[in-house]
């Protein structure tokens, strides 16, 4: 048999991990965006936008759960054999900007920026390779005045969003004293092997909520084999190191005091942990001072993030009202974002310390956390008013309808297919269209507009049994002196609350 003589044809799909976004959802989260927006605003801080791939080595090595460079982005070479990677988050992109402009740059430098970000990971459910971000940070000040700062305009953001107190609290810890901490029990900066034994301990204390306290307990030390039957390396800690750990992760508080009396008896003679737990009092004292008590942002040392990159104060947004989860389990909702001071990102390219801090919004799941709070209002642009075709030789007439409809603020648009009048009727249905305009030779030869309700008619078509009423009736349908197409359209709107 001969070749098939067929053309190639691409199959129509989504790469693993992506997924496309429609119209309503893409109008509801830019009304949440700019929600955010307003918040970030509100605080002094301003926009920028970087470009969506770096130079891979300006990315650095921070991706969490890994440890080889490139690795969970996605890479490629330039004509220049340069590897270029789609950014991560948004943060290792602000440190190169930073670098770069230094010297112009007012300090602190306050910024904020949206946008996409890519993950070269295993995709799974509510997983996405590609996702928005949205983030607000300081740059060039060591007050953790700042880090405050960020917490209190997290908790308003929850707030503008109108996420009610209760359903929601910003915990704040600092990394400072989980080093302190380990300080005490052997696991200090002089060994060989601290910067990765200390991240094995950050990534299993930052899965507490997920997978409770005897499975962190597994990971600290020599591992633990999941339900899959996959196993996790643990932290290598014994028991007696172990302990110590566990009593730090589980001193949270409403009463801040008790906090950090608690913290620092953990940190002892620790210089690093005393400086941790003194870092926390001035946040403390800020947040009482501006009126942000516990039932908006709490001391728990059980958030420690899992980047490699944080150096200080560390905080996360969680949403406390109960969900049910993908095994059908009731639970806490859990966080829609997170952040904290890293002092150490923008030195990677200027040599000196440049101290910053910021806070980062997951888009995807704040509105996922939106829309089981019933706070996403969908279908929030009413679909357009359409002027159907009637005369292919008046097209003019017919624009000239739906500029008069468009300048008077009134979302319109004529047909621009090719079918007849049932077609076109099928397809303003489709867009949910309001209103639909007509004129035929008939209405012309009077200086007349039909406008036909088309919500009216869909109820009153319920009430009509017999075509020949149907057709005699013509339900939800008037006409008007072509003068008055804009008033007559506007009031027919009006009626249904648009």
């Keep these: 048999m001969g070749k098939s003589n067929k053309p190639h044809r691409p199959k129509a799909r989504l790469p693993k991990g992506m997924r496309d976004v429609g119209a309503d959802e893409v109008r509801a989260s830019a009304a949440m965006l700019s929600a955010i927006q307003s918040v970030y605003e509100l605080y002094g801080f301003e926009p920028l936008e970087t470009p969506a791939f770096e130079y891979t080595d300006a990315l650095g090595k921070f991706l969490p759960d890994q440890d080889r460079p490139n690795e969970g982005v996605f890479s490629f070479q330039d004509d220049d054999d340069q590897w270029l990677s789609l950014r991560y988050d948004l943060t290792a992109p602000l440190a190169r900007y930073v670098a770069e402009h230094y010297d112009g740059l007012p300090k602190p430098f306050r910024r904020y920026q949206m946008g996409p970000v890519w993950r070269n990971e295993k995709p799974g459910p509510g997983r996405y390779r590609q996702f928005t971000q949205f983030d607000a940070d300081t740059v060039g000040t060591a007050s953790v005045a700042a880090d405050a700062e960020i917490c209190m305009m997290a908790a308003d953001c929850m707030e503008r969003l109108g996420i009610p107190r209760g359903a929601y609290v910003i915990r704040v810890n600092n990394r400072k004293v989980l080093d302190g901490v380990l300080e005490r029990i052997g696991i200090a900066p002089g060994d060989p092997a601290f910067d990765s034994q200390r991240m094995t301990v950050l990534r299993a204390i930052d899965k507490l909520d997920r997978l409770g306290p005897d499975a962190v307990r597994l990971l600290l030390g020599e591992g633990r084999k999941d339900d899959s039957g996959d196993y996790t390396k643990g932290a290598g800690l014994s028991p007696d190191q172990i302990s110590p750990v566990m009593e730090f992760v589980a001193t949270a508080s409403d009463d801040p005091a008790e906090v950090l009396s608690r913290l620092g008896a953990l940190v002892g003679d620790s210089s690093i942990g005393q400086q941790g ?58 966080s829609v974002g997170g952040g904290g001071r890293y002092d150490g990102l923008v030195q990677r390219f200027k040599g000196i310390e440049v101290p910053a801090t910021g806070f980062s919004v997951g888009i995807s799941r704040l509105y996922s956390a939106l829309n089981e709070l019933g706070k996403i209002q969908m279908n929030a642009v009413a679909a357009p008013v359409v002027v159907l075709v009637m005369d292919p030789d008046r097209l003019p007439d017919y624009q000239k309808m739906a500029f008069d409809l468009r300048s008077a603020g009134i979302r319109a648009e004529m047909y621009l297919g090719t079918s007849g009048m049932r077609a076109q009727m099928k397809y303003a249905d489709r867009r949910g269209a309001p209103v639909v305009v007509i004129q035929g030779e008939d209405e012309r030869a009077r200086g007349e507009i039909t406008i036909k309700d088309l919500v009216e008619g869909t109820r009153l078509s319920g009430e009509i049994e017999d075509n020949a009423e149907w057709r005699s009736g013509r339900p939800a349908q008037i006409s008007v002196a072509e003068g008055e197409l804009v008033a007559a359209v506007r009031q027919v709107l009006a009626s249904h609350g648009n």
């Design 277 to 334: 737990v003194e870092e926390l009092q001035t946040m403390a004292s800020l947040f009482a001072a501006a009126g942000y008590a516990s039932d908006r942002i709490l001391l728990d040392p059980s958030v420690v993030r899992g980047l490699g990159y944080y150096t200080g104060p560390v905080y996360e947004a969680e949403l406390t009202f109960e969900t049910t989860d993908e095994e059908g389990e009731t639970a806490r909702f859990g």
